[in-house]
Structure formats: structure tokens, C-alpha cells
């Protein structure tokens, strides 16, 4: 008998509900992360080298993430006890790029039932049957699904990238703007295109002298700051 099909969590979807026990105790989400942003990712297995160094690298800038009122979240299918003695052996013995003797401090769910994975679609048959594909979940602190990256078994994500995400989001909510192409903090955004053809009018022929009018549906300005 074939399973139930589950829908996927799509940007602007609420992020499903879940109880789960972590390496930092038992967790209730999103309860437990009210008012924060959380960066929600999965990982293959335990004792896998990619993961081994993207975990590395989240430790190290977990608290430039904590500074963004953003809390990491991490996943595998693998158990509580297979999750301490990968972590332990991050710390102890594995060193990478300058980082030693790291310690992993955000909580990592321990998913043998894949009850949690399945409801976020982390599973996905082309890749195993039995792992979890490098997914991220962008989620705001309405526990509403903002952005949703993807990434193979075989290659390890750009936290600079997530972190880069996760401030212009951040910025667009803050102001209501939108930010271009490769866009860093300090570089212009992008104020949202008018919604008629009078207002579209007014930007060309009376622009706003803040303001960089391109034409009536590219117009940039400096960016705001928090």
C-alpha cells in the first residue's frame, strides 16, 4: 500500500509543526523559536565528510547569525547518540581551514522516523531513499517558509551565501524594498516599481532626487540601514 502523499512546504507556506528530540534537548517548533528567524537544514548522515565541514563552518558563525536574531537548526536520520559522537569527534580531533577544536552548540534533531524530514521534503528518491538531500529552510519569525535552498549529496553549501540571504530579507522587510542581482550590504536597493501608469509617469519625468530612476520599473536608492 502506497503512503499518503505529503505536500511540500512552499515559499510562503507556514513551516509544519514538529516535536523532536535534538542534541540540545527536546524541541517544540516553531514554539521555541518565537520572534526569531531560523535557518533549517538538513544534513546526509553522521561521519560524512561534507557535513563534517559545513557543520565547522556553521559553528564558527553561529554567532554572527545570533546577531541577525537568527537561530541554526540542523537534521539528519541518524540517532541522538550517533549525533553526540560526530559532534565529540568534531571537536576533538578534526581541524579545517584555521577551525579547531570546534563545538557545535545549535540544537541537531535526531530523525530515525523521518517523520520531520518527509514533512519538509528532505527526501527525495533520485538522490536515497534513506538520506536527507542538503535542503535549507529560510523560515521567519511568523514561522512562515521565506526561501528554500537545494543542494546534492556531493557538495557542500555557501554559508556566506545563507548569511548574505538572510540580511537581505531581512533589510526588504524592514523598509519595504527588494535588492538587485549579487547584492552585498551598503550596495543600492531597489525601490519597488509603481503600480500605474501615472505613477510610472511621475518616476521618469519627476524623479525622486534620492533616488537612481533607470526607467520607470528599475529605480535604485542607498541602501537604509538598521
Not at 116 to 145: C, E, H, W, Y
Amino acid at each position: 500500500m502506497s503512503e499518503t502523499p505529503v505536500r511540500l512546504p512552499l515559499i510562503g507556506d507556514k513551516a509544519p509543526a514538529f516535536k523532536a528530540e535534538t542534541t540540545q534537548g527536546p524541541l517544540n517548533f516553531p514554539e521555541d523559536f518565537k520572534g526569531k528567524w531560523v535557518v533549517f537544514f538538513s544534513h546526509p548522515a553522521d561521519f560524512t565528510p561534507v557535513c563534517t565541514t559545513e557543520f565547522m563552518t556553521f559553528a564558527k558563525m553561529q554567532p554572527e547569525f545570533e546577531k541577525l536574531n537568527c537561530k541554526l537548526l540542523g537534521l539528519s536520520i541518524d540517532s541522538g547518540y550517533s549525533h553526540i559522537a560526530w559532534l565529540r569527534t568534531i571537536k576533538e580531533k578534526i581541524e579545517y581551514k584555521g577551525m579547531k577544536g570546534v563545538e557545535v552548540n545549535f540544537p541537531v534533531i535526531a530523525d530515525l522516523t523521518m517523520e520531520v524530514a518527509k514533512a519538509f521534503g528532505m527526501l527525495q528518491p533520485g538522490a536515497s531513499n534513506t538520506q536527507a538531500v542538503r535542503a535549507v529552510f529560510m523560515i521567519d519569525p511568523n514561522a512562515i517558509v521565506r526561501a528554500i535552498l537545494y543542494y546534492p549529496l556531493s557538495n557542500g553549501r555557501n554559508m556566506q551565501e545563507i548569511k548574505r540571504l538572510l540580511i537581505a530579507m531581512q533589510h526588504s522587510d524592514q523598509h519595504k524594498i527588494a535588492t538587485p542581482a549579487n547584492w552585498e550590504l551598503g550596495d543600492d536597493v531597489i525601490v519597488p516599481p509603481p503600480g500605474s501608469c501615472g505613477s510610472a509617469k511621475q518616476r521618469v519625468e519627476k524623479p525622486d532626487p534620492d533616488a537612481r530612476c533607470l526607467d520607470w520599473f528599475l529605480t535604485l536608492k542607498k541602501c537604509p540601514h538598521k
